[in-house]
């Protein structure tokens, strides 16, 4: 999956189950630390992946969480997201 697929996966779920605010929220304020929570949230994957529980949407957040720029472009598609639907 390449990362422009997988924006418009996470951003789709988002506008989809109406989170568009507080998923915003929550990632502008964890930009500053993104590579911290990225590492973090990696951590506690690996013990999903070793019992057997399929991780692969939190796998692909903390993919996503490795660098500024694909938050930046995550919150960008939410909002272009958000904006279509609202104005249907």
Request: proline fraction near 3%; hydrophobic fraction near 45%.
């Amino acid at each position: 999956m390449t990362e422009e697929e997988k924006l418009k996966y996470l951003s789709q779920l988002i506008v989809d189950n109406r989170l568009t605010v507080p998923a915003i929220f929550l990632l502008e304020l964890i930009k500053p630390l993104s590579f911290l929570t990225h590492t973090v949230l990696d951590v506690f994957n690996q013990p999903l992946k070793a019992i057997g529980i399929n991780s692969d949407k939190f796998s692909l957040f903390c993919d996503l969480l490795s660098s500024r720029q694909m938050l930046e472009g995550l919150i960008s598609r939410i909002e272009e997201q958000a904006k279509i639907k609202s104005d249907q």
